[in-house]
């Protein structure tokens, strides 16, 4: 009965949707294959410079190794201009994936990707776990970027440079060590990597699937759901969206809907009903608002305008009037 509820749904009385099993993004097999793209910003305080109050982040997935280019603004065609720089120097990656940005779903950001040859992977509506290597990373941008670049990474246990460019860097305490100590070879290094990565990511797995209680969606394609919403329009407005129809599956527990919109799974509640005549008969409370995501209030008593009323003849009896006995002493008048 409640979880077929309309209102108790909209309310928030129902309870947030399961978690889905982890799944963790394959890491790729060769360096630079694999971007994602994020910005860091905006970047506030004393000493900003204005050209510099973003950051635009393309991280490599198999590496772990990070490009970090300032900017003044974020759009769409700066974003463009900092690509072109790294591709001159790193080459073309086969994936783009970013998260729902304006700079990264406009028509001109496409068209590039497209003419480029690069395929676009676009996250799910406030998912950035599916981001997930980046937005960790702008994490670490204050701990310093040649820390980073020479500290071995938790998941591939080597270091990026290691992975990026089949050597380690030279720093200044390597001055110290001879340098005839002979360094790993890079496939070697390479190898062990992959097999790291898959070690960190089933423990990873396992921990969050025990922790989180997960359960696999139920959803499928062309089923009635309603997306919860982070935030909200007002007060009266509810977290729940109207109800959209599943038109595709886009990964084990990524959904496009009717409108175009890219949802987790987690972050979905499954419609008994689709929306029509016989839902608003049985809920003739949940009107045109209410399926808005609106919470649906009576409509106010039109109140009669203010002015002068005719006088009304009274028919019921008049009560004797007397004068008070604490005025028996005084000249009154009255006046009727």
Same mark, same amino acid.
């Given at each position: 009965m409640v979880?077929d509820?309309?209102p108790c749904?909209?309310?928030?009385?129902?309870?947030s949707? @399961?978690?889905?099993?982890?799944q +963790?993004t394959?890491?790729?097999?060769?360096?630079?294959?694999? #971007?994602? /793209? *994020?910005?860091?910003g905006e970047?506030h305080?004393?000493?900003v410079?204005?050209?510099?109050?973003?950051?635009v982040v393309?991280y490599?997935?198999?590496?772990?190794w990070p490009e970090v280019?300032?900017?003044?603004t974020?759009?769409?065609r700066?974003?463009?201009d900092?690509l072109?720089?790294?591709f001159?120097r790193?080459?073309?990656p086969?994936t783009?994936t970013?998260?729902?940005?304006?700079?990264f779903?406009?028509?001109?950001?496409?068209?590039?990707l497209?003419n480029k040859g690069?395929?676009?992977?676009?996250?799910?509506y406030f998912?950035p776990?599916?981001?997930?290597g980046v937005?960790?990373?702008?994490?670490?941008?204050?701990n310093?970027?040649?820390?980073?670049l020479a500290?071995?990474? @938790?998941?591939t246990?080597a270091s +990026?440079?290691s992975?990026m460019?089949?050597r380690e860097?030279d #720093?200044? /305490? *390597?001055?110290?060590r001879?340098?005839?100590a002979v360094?790993?070879?890079?496939g070697s290094?390479?190898d062990?990597?992959q097999?790291a990565?898959?070690?960190h990511?089933?423990?990873?797995?396992?921990?969050?699937?025990k922790?989180r209680?997960v359960?696999a969606?139920?959803?499928?394609v062309s089923?009635?759901?309603?997306a919860?919403?982070p935030?909200?329009?007002n007060?009266?407005a509810?977290?729940?969206?109207q109800?959209?129809?599943?038109?595709?599956q886009?990964?084990?527990a990524?959904?496009l809907?009717?409108?175009?919109?890219r949802?987790?799974?987690s972050r979905?509640?499954?419609?008994p009903t689709p929306?029509?005549?016989?839902?608003?008969?049985?809920l003739p409370?949940?009107?045109?608002a209410?399926?808005?995501g609106?919470?649906?209030?009576p409509?106010?008593?039109v109140l009669?305008?203010?002015g002068?009323q005719?006088m009304v003849?009274?028919d019921?009896p008049q009560r004797e009037?007397a004068?008070?006995?604490?005025?028996?002493?005084?000249?009154?008048t009255f006046h009727?």
């Amino acid at each position: 009965m409640v979880k077929d509820c309309v209102p108790c749904l909209l309310s928030g009385k129902s309870g947030s949707p @399961a978690s889905t099993p982890l799944q +963790p993004t394959p890491w790729p097999p060769r360096p630079w294959e694999h #971007l994602q /793209l *994020d910005i860091c910003g905006e970047i506030h305080g004393r000493g900003v410079p204005h050209h510099q109050r973003f950051l635009v982040v393309a991280y490599d997935l198999h590496s772990k190794w990070p490009e970090v280019v300032p900017a003044g603004t974020v759009t769409t065609r700066v974003i463009i201009d900092i690509l072109e720089g790294l591709f001159a120097r790193w080459g073309l990656p086969l994936t783009i994936t970013t998260d729902n940005g304006p700079q990264f779903i406009s028509a001109e950001f496409s068209d590039f990707l497209r003419n480029k040859g690069i395929k676009h992977n676009r996250t799910a509506y406030f998912h950035p776990q599916a981001n997930g290597g980046v937005e960790r990373f702008n994490q670490s941008l204050k701990n310093g970027i040649r820390a980073h670049l020479a500290t071995q990474h @938790a998941t591939t246990q080597a270091s +990026p440079a290691s992975l990026m460019l089949g050597r380690e860097m030279d #720093l200044p /305490l *390597d001055r110290l060590r001879s340098r005839d100590a002979v360094a790993p070879a890079a496939g070697s290094v390479r190898d062990a990597a992959q097999a790291a990565v898959a070690k960190h990511q089933g423990e990873m797995k396992r921990r969050f699937d025990k922790k989180r209680g997960v359960k696999a969606t139920t959803i499928q394609v062309s089923d009635w759901v309603r997306a919860r919403r982070p935030q909200r329009e007002n007060k009266m407005a509810s977290f729940w969206s109207q109800p959209l129809q599943v038109t595709r599956q886009l990964g084990p527990a990524t959904f496009l809907l009717g409108d175009g919109s890219r949802w987790h799974a987690s972050r979905l509640r499954r419609v008994p009903t689709p929306p029509g005549p016989t839902m608003a008969t049985r809920l003739p409370a949940a009107g045109a608002a209410e399926m808005d995501g609106t919470v649906s209030r009576p409509p106010r008593p039109v109140l009669p305008r203010a002015g002068p009323q005719p006088m009304v003849g009274v028919d019921r009896p008049q009560r004797e009037r007397a004068r008070p006995s604490r005025l028996q002493d005084y000249v009154t008048t009255f006046h009727t």
